[in-house]
């Protein structure tokens, strides 16, 4: 178990302090034996089409907090997707039942004197200007790749800046250069709440912290009947909200791979019990997952109970859509645990999930709890999975790997990736909330969804009919991992 230091303004990333890997290819089982065994490599390639951005990932957290502002101290080309983040931001505040307003970003615009002069002054009146023009109750500065290489203070700056507004101005430092996991950048956004907003407790409440992307609300319901309160953090809390989440109950993280930092941190740091079990999906998972909640929060017989209920009611149709899947095969493309709770998902299903290409690879979480360990459980419970890639999105290991094995259907959990599908002629289905898919109902409401893409197929055959890959055809006929060396796990194709 990594140790939390709130000490140092930087959290280390994570191939230093998880092992953490972006290279693999082969099965399920021989990743989990590979990390088990502490004998994990990471594999290196020659040739790299793409890569997600841990400055990126931290801004995406940081940016919805609703009462804060954002100084991305960078040139202006990192600011190109503020208009993503803000759209996303409205969406899930309308999602939320919250009033739709926009966000608070600014860029310092980092240009070819500031990177020889330094860009201190400039973040100086950056940050001025948020102030002035947003009223925020915190100012987050995210770094950049640019700000690292020229070595500005900006812990300095954000230091000086607290004291001359009166209100806290934190930095994030989350460079891009420094990590190939862009993971990392989840890790630095909560550092930096952790570090600077979050105080100690006053006193211990009912509310139960959920860190959770931006999905909709399935945990309210759960909690009111466990007398509990369900806290989403980070995306649409206030300051004063994250100031007080040291006094929760417990901590329930919808995904290890975003919230494995932070529920670690408040654990060690204020004593706030984390929820250490498979993610909820499936039956298995979900099982496990109540009764470690209700262990947690003194409510198992309580438990049982909702798992009695909920099951019944579940069960019957489940069956119903088995009958209908089984047989039907599978690709996955998607971040870490996350893919790791959707292959069990679909395996629960009767789908059989021929390969993945899973974007980073956790050895282990900070809480260093093996039981929470998604991809030993999908192993373990519902058998190996073949064609297992680690892959940091790398679209042309993807775009071969599915000419190969042509499944029924594709299932992607980021977009951009689901028309590599489509143009093979191959149904694809998207689904951005992580919340979809939770629980026992979080079974029958992905099958309905499975049912109606491949039902509906006529639009992705008649485009693959009319497509044409970027990729010659050198390359769709080599072995999909060519360029993935140094790595003794290579499967032979």
Known sequence: MSKVNLNTPEVPVRELRLGSITGFSGTAAGLVSCSNAGGLKDGSRSFSQCMGCSSGN???????????????????????????????????????DLPPV??????????????????????????????????????????????????????????KMTRELGIPVVTCFCEGFKSKIWTSGFDSAYHSIVRKIVKPPEKKTNKVNIINFWGSDVFSGLLNKLGYEADYIVPFSTVAQLERISEAAATIQICPTLGTYL?????????????????????????????????????????????????AAVLPKLEEYRARLTGTTCYITAGSAHGHA??????????????????????VYDNGDPAADMLDHTVKTYGDVPNYNVCNKQAYELANI???????????RHGGMTHWGAKLGIPTL????????????????????????????????????HSTMPYTKWWMEQPPYTFLGGNVHVQAY
Not at 109 to 117: A, G, L, S
Not at 138 to 152: L, P, Q, R
């Open 58 to 96: 931290a801004f995406c957290q940081l940016s919805m907090i609703t009462d804060a502002a954002m100084v991305n101290h960078a040139p202006v080309g990192c600011a190109g997707d503020f208009f993503g983040y803000n759209f996303v931001y409205r969406v899930g505040q309308m999602e939320r």
């Open 402 to 412: 599915l000419n190969r094995v042509r499944p029924d259907l594709m299932i992607a």
């Open 263 to 311: 529920g670690a941190a408040l654990e060690q740091v204020y004593g706030v019990p984390e929820i250490k079990a498979p993610v909820a999906y499936g039956l298995a998972g979900t099982d496990a997952w109540m009764r470690e909640l209700g262990r947690v929060l003194d409510r198992e017989q309580e438990i049982e109970e909702i798992i009695a209920v909920e099951k």
């Open 430 to 465: 998207l689904i951005g909330d992580e919340h979809f898919s939770w629980g026992y109902q979080g079974l029958l409401n992905y099958a309905e969804r499975i049912l109606e893409t491949l039902d509906n197929k006529e639009f992705v055959t008649n485009l693959a009919k």
């Open 102 to 159: 926009i966000g608070r970003y600014f860029n310092t615009n980092i240009e070819e004197m500031d990177t020889v002069f330094g860009g201190a002054r400039k973040l100086e009146a950056t940050i001025r200007l948020a102030f002035e023009r947003a009223k925020p109750k915190a100012i987050f500065v995210t770094t950049s790749c640019a700000s690292g290489i020229i070595g500005d203070d900006v812990e300095s700056v954000t230091n």
């Open 342 to 363: 959707l292959i069990a998902l679909l395996r629960e299903l009767g789908i059989d999930v021929q390969g993945a290409a899973i974007f980073h690879h956790d050895p």
